[in-house]
């Protein structure tokens, strides 16, 4: 899990120590982590459509959706101290971090209907062609698409400013 650490300046921090003293800062700050949270997915649902091409020659379509379930899984949800961005798809860390070449094939249940989807090829066809492709992903690898990376700095920003909101609120 990545942690990210918000910057205060010292006159906003002077300003939110004042507020310490009135009480209600811990459920003020829990608030602001959680709406922010709440504000993330859709900047980094953002971020998986502008997200570059996997093929190692930079070649292809950007956006790292195909079905949509891997831009409608990105989800926020409040923990004990704070809240947290995630999603549950099995190959989300392919997709942020990419596959080394020499790595196994991926399955052809994975392959095959994107090939059908993407090639509008039948069953039989998409089953011959599954092969080539996965042995190339094998061989060749795919780039990291860093969609969370890429809108981190976005996302701390809304956070921020959730946090900063909540906290002049309980003052």
Request: proline letters at 8%.
């Amino acid at each position: 899990m990545t942690t990210r650490t918000l910057t205060f300046s010292p006159k906003q921090y002077a300003a939110h120590l004042r507020k310490l003293a009135a009480g209600g800062v811990e459920a003020a700050l829990k608030r602001g982590c959680v709406s922010g949270a709440a504000r993330c997915v859709p900047i980094v649902q953002r971020s998986v459509e502008t997200a570059p091409p996997a093929n190692p020659a930079g070649v292809g379509t950007g956006g790292a959706f195909n079905t949509g379930q891997y831009k409608r899984a990105w989800k926020s949800a409040p923990i004990p101290n704070g809240a947290v961005v995630s999603n549950d798809q099995k190959y989300a860390v392919i997709v942020e971090e990419g596959r080394r070449p020499g790595a196994a094939m991926p399955p052809d249940s994975a392959i095959r209907p994107w090939i059908q989807r993407r090639l509008g090829l039948s069953d039989k066809e998409a089953a011959s062609l599954s092969f080539v492709i996965r042995r190339a992903i094998s061989r060749r690898g795919l780039l990291p698409r860093k969609v969370l990376q890429r809108a981190l700095p976005e996302m701390d920003e809304a956070v921020l400013s959730e946090i900063i909101r909540e906290l002049e609120a309980a003052s």
